[in-house]
């Protein structure tokens, strides 16, 4: 099993260093950047624009792209609980390398966009995820499931020895 939040955070961490990468290299090698530079400001007001849309969007309830449903059918987990493993599989360096592939070779405006708002897409769904778990006391986890890719999963999080509750008192 993965931690969701973990899951996300690695998918978007490894294609927007695979965008920054094959920036980087091809500016590096002499080549003409991606984006002219006058572009570059419309380009960063893209990005925050769809991480702000993205994020609004993927937390609602709606049936294809919202996650809060989605979180709250998560079944408990087992207990025969699967060992846990790291967020990070050797599969996912494709991200990174695609997309750095991909902008140093092509060096179009459109080849930046897409990894761009696929990698801020993921880094919204970590942030709902954040939000939902820190609301509900749970933790969400992928699990391999034989019908999909993933099931979702959810444990309960019990508060830290010492802390206090909603009410002000501190837990029996």
């Not at 809060?68 to 790291?86: I, M, N, W, Y």
Request: glycine share 12%; aromatic share 6%.
């Amino acid at each position: 099993m993965v931690r969701y939040v973990h899951h996300e955070l690695w998918a978007a961490a490894l294609i927007l260093a695979g965008v920054a990468g094959g920036w980087a290299a091809a500016v590096g090698t002499g080549q003409s950047p991606p984006v002219r530079s006058g572009a570059i400001g419309l380009l960063i007001t893209f990005a925050l624009g769809f991480l702000v849309l993205s994020t609004l969007v993927r937390a609602t309830r709606l049936k294809r792209v919202g996650r809060l449903g989605k979180f709250e059918a998560a079944a408990p987990v087992p207990d025969t609980d699967p060992s846990r493993r790291t967020a990070l599989a050797p599969r996912m360096l494709g991200l990174l390398l695609l997309s750095a592939l991909c902008v140093f070779v092509l060096r179009d405006v459109a080849i930046v966009v897409v990894p761009l708002a696929m990698g801020l897409d993921w880094l919204g769904k970590a942030v709902v995820a954040v939000g939902w778990e820190r609301g509900n006391g749970r933790r969400l986890w992928l699990s391999p499931d034989s019908d999909g890719p993933s099931a979702l999963l959810c444990t309960t999080v019990s508060p830290a020895p010492g802390t206090r509750t909603a009410t002000g008192a501190r837990p029996a």
